[in-house]
Structure formats: structure tokens, C-alpha cells
Nanobody
């Protein structure tokens, strides 16, 4: 059974940091890209970062570039998203997903985890 378990969300003040984790199981981890997406109420889902697990190549949206860092611990089938200098507009439900090719477009992803809520107060 394919599972993607996202965790690490919470409430933080603007300027603060959080680290999200996504633990994967049930598929060959290094054959996929793992992406992070977020969705705020009333808004479309936004792809913000992804990593090509085998090669470690990373991709970021302009909205998070320079503030967020994605990394992979292949021994633990886990991808982390370190989020620094958080802003109120970063608030949303954050999802991790597995798919190929590595893209920030959600239809390309085959497997999705449940979301973890991130709330940034001003």
C-alpha cells in the first residue's frame, strides 16, 4: 500500500521557521520525485518545491525560492521541507506527493499524502 505521511505543520509567527516531513512507503522511493504543494482557503493548489530523489536535484517556485529548502533522506524514505522567514501568505494546507517527471504541476503526481496545516500569524 502506497503511503505518504506529512507532518510538522503548526502555528508560527511571521519570520519564524518550520520543518515539514514526508515519510513515504509502498513504492520505490528513488524512482520518483517528491513534491510539496499547498492550498489556502479559496485558492488553487500551488506547487512550491520538488526534489528528484535519486539525483537530489531540486526545484522551487518563485514564491518560496530563497526561503524554503527541500532535502531527501533516502535511507529513511523521507523528504523534508525547511521553511524559513515564514509570511502570513504561506498559510495553507501543505501536501506531499510522489510522481514523475519532477514538476510543480499537480496532475503529474500519482500518490498524495494527507495535508499538514501551516498557519503563519502576522
Amino acid at each position: 500500500e502506497v503511503q505518504l505521511q506529512a507532518s510538522g505543520g503548526g502555528l508560527v509567527q511571521a519570520g519564524g521557521s518550520l520543518r515539514l516531513s514526508c515519510v513515504a512507503s509502498g513504492f520505490t522511493f528513488d524512482e520518483y520525485a517528491i513534491g510539496w504543494f499547498r492550498q489556502a482557503p479559496g485558492q488553487e493548489r500551488e506547487g512550491i518545491s520538488c526534489i528528484e530523489v535519486r539525483d537530489g536535484i531540486t526545484h522551487y517556485s518563485d514564491s518560496v525560492k530563497g526561503r524554503f529548502t527541500i532535502s531527501s533522506d533516502n535511507a529513511k524514505n523521507t523528504v523534508h521541507l525547511r521553511m524559513n522567514n515564514l509570511r502570513p501568505e504561506d498559510t495553507g494546507l501543505y501536501y506531499c506527493a510522489a510522481g514523475w517527471p519532477p514538476t510543480l504541476t499537480s496532475p503529474e503526481y500519482d500518490f498524495w499524502g494527507q495535508g499538514t496545516q501551516v498557519t503563519v500569524s502576522s
